[in-house]
């Protein structure tokens, strides 16, 4: 799929200047982001002409995040109210395991942290609220792909950039929707050490209201020959279950 080069530049413009609390110049702009001058300046005019981003008008005129992004975020954040619902709920999971607990969403092929919590002894994990991993080779990614509309799976499979992280990695479209299929009879996905070597995560589907998947729980921690991932698999399932029921989920999980 071909993305709009406009499009792209005024996204990473806004990124850029989201960044910098205390303004930056359309100088600055075009030679961090390597930009003509005459393509920075219509995007950036055009952008606080709509409200995008705010001009502080002095010597040299200084570029902020403008009332509208702010405004935009803001109706994110709204949409996320459902994360006080479930919050508790995750966090008493975490100490009821004794494992990092993570919700998470898609974000095109790739998952998004939305919440961690970790119980009082925690195994340092390098995934972070607001950090992103492939959505091939996570627990949380197979969880919302295996119960996402095949359609869109279909389509999202064509734009992935497969590449082996370890060396149990799936590293191709049909190992994925064999994958898939196992997500599916099972309830619950796995990342078996395919992201980091030694952790290991189970991850299970949260439905919304509509029905549609909205995310996945993880639970991680580190690799254990011992662990008995199915039965921890189980109680995942069973706790995505009761959070998709928490937002106002009726159907079967």
Known sequence: MKLNRTTLRTIDILKLVSKKPDGITLDE????????????????????????????RGQKQRYTIGLTAYRIGINYTNNLDFISTI????????????????????????????????PENPIITTATVGTKNPIYCTSLGKAILAYSDEEETGQ????????????RTIVTR??????????????????????????????????????????????????????D???????VRTKAA??????GFLGKC
């Open 174 to 227: 049909e190992e994925l929707e064999k994958e898939l299929e196992r997500v599916r009879d099972k309830g619950y996905a796995f990342d078996a050490r395919e992201l980091e070597e030694h952790m290991e995560c189970v991850g299970s589907p949260v439905f919304g209201q509509d029905g549609n998947v909205m995310g996945a729980i993880s639970v991680s921690s580190l690799y254990k020959p011992t662990e």
């Open 87 to 118: 919050d508790p709920v995750l966090k008493a999971f975490s100490r009821e395991v004794g494992k990092t607990v993570f919700f998470g969403i898609r974000s095109d092929d790739a998952i998004v942290y939305i919440c961690k919590f970790e």
């Open 242 to 247: 009761e959070i998709s029921k928490l937002l």
């Open 29 to 56: 702009i075009c030679e961090k982001l390597d930009l003509p001058k005459t393509s920075g300046y219509d995007i950036v005019t055009t952008l606080v002409q709509t409200g995008m981003i705010h001009v502080a």
């Open 156 to 167: 999202l499979m064509e734009r992935i950039t497969f590449k082996k992280h370890t060396e």
């Open 229 to 235: 991932y199915d039965a921890l698999g189980c109680l």
